[in-house]
T-cell receptor, first 114, second 113 residues
Framework: KAGVTQTPRYLIKTRGQQVTLSCSPI?????VSWYQQTPGQGLQFLFE???????NKGNFPGRFSGRQFSNSRSEMNVSTLELGDSALYLC?????????????FGPGTRLTVL | SQQGEEDPQALSIQEGENATMNCSYK?????LQWYRQNSGRGLVHLIL?????REKHSGRLRVTLDTSKKSSSLLITASRAADTASYFC?????????????FGTGTRLTIIP
């Protein structure tokens, strides 16, 4: 079974631009979560989607948004990029929407904002 | 912040020795999970222990959970160079019906060959 894939793996953008990251979950998984990882803040939860609906949301500004498609693939978008958005963005998939199951993580997208 | 803490922040041991990492959390939990992350990569799930379990084993890994002290520990026995990684504990948290998986600050483990 193929693992979670994320594209692109690396991205360089400038302040003010927007960016879209993509995540393909493991086949059969309907829950996709997104996390931001930085040296200062650690792993922070962004949001979780299940069956095309956002079920849970972290404490991030509205510049961070996401969506999930009918095939469970998910995208997250960050508008008006700031220097502080430089981070490793991880997505994870799971069988269900509750946190009773292990999360399968992708390799991440390294975003650098200049 | 609901974020848990892990100690030590960093740990260096000789190959073959045992490594113990601790995790403390602040809220009541349903389960606690441990993950490993190799340098700048995705996380790999290691083990999940439920709140009604006190100890769980998986290969060279042993996890304990003490809900009265709100703490957990991960023991890696007979360490290998490939165990060099960061280790995170994580547990579900809920805030007004909004649920998420909250990660600890992590322990960076270095195995010296």
């Amino acid at each position: 079974k193929a693992g979670v894939t994320q594209t692109p793996r690396y991205l360089i953008k400038t302040r003010g631009q927007q960016v879209t990251l993509s995540c393909s979950p493991i086949s059969g998984h309907r829950s996709v979560s997104w996390y931001q990882q930085t040296p200062g803040q650690g792993l922070q939860f962004l949001f979780e989607y299940f069956s095309e609906t956002q079920r849970n949301k972290g404490n991030f500004p509205g510049r961070f948004s996401g969506r999930q498609f009918s095939n469970s693939r998910s995208e997250m978008n960050v508008s008006t990029l700031e220097l502080g958005d430089s981070a490793l963005y991880l997505c994870a998939s799971s069988l269900e929407s509750r946190w009773f199951h292990e999360q399968f993580f992708g390799p991440g997208t390294r975003l650098t904002v200049l | 912040s609901q974020q848990g803490e892990e100690d030590p922040q960093a740990l260096s041991i000789q190959e073959g020795e045992n490594a113990t990492m601790n995790c403390s959390y602040k809220t009541s939990i349903n389960n606690l999970q441990w993950y490993r992350q190799n340098s700048g990569r995705g996380l790999v799930h290691l083990i999940l222990i439920r709140s009604n379990e006190r100890e769980k084993h998986s290969g060279r890994l042993r996890v304990t959970l003490d809900t009265s002290k709100k703490s957990s520990s991960l023991l890696i026995t007979a360490s290998r160079a490939a165990d060099t990684a960061s280790y995170f504990c994580a547990h579900p948290t809920s805030n007004f019906g909004n649920e998420k998986l909250t990660f600890g600050t992590g322990t960076r483990l270095t195995i010296i060959p």
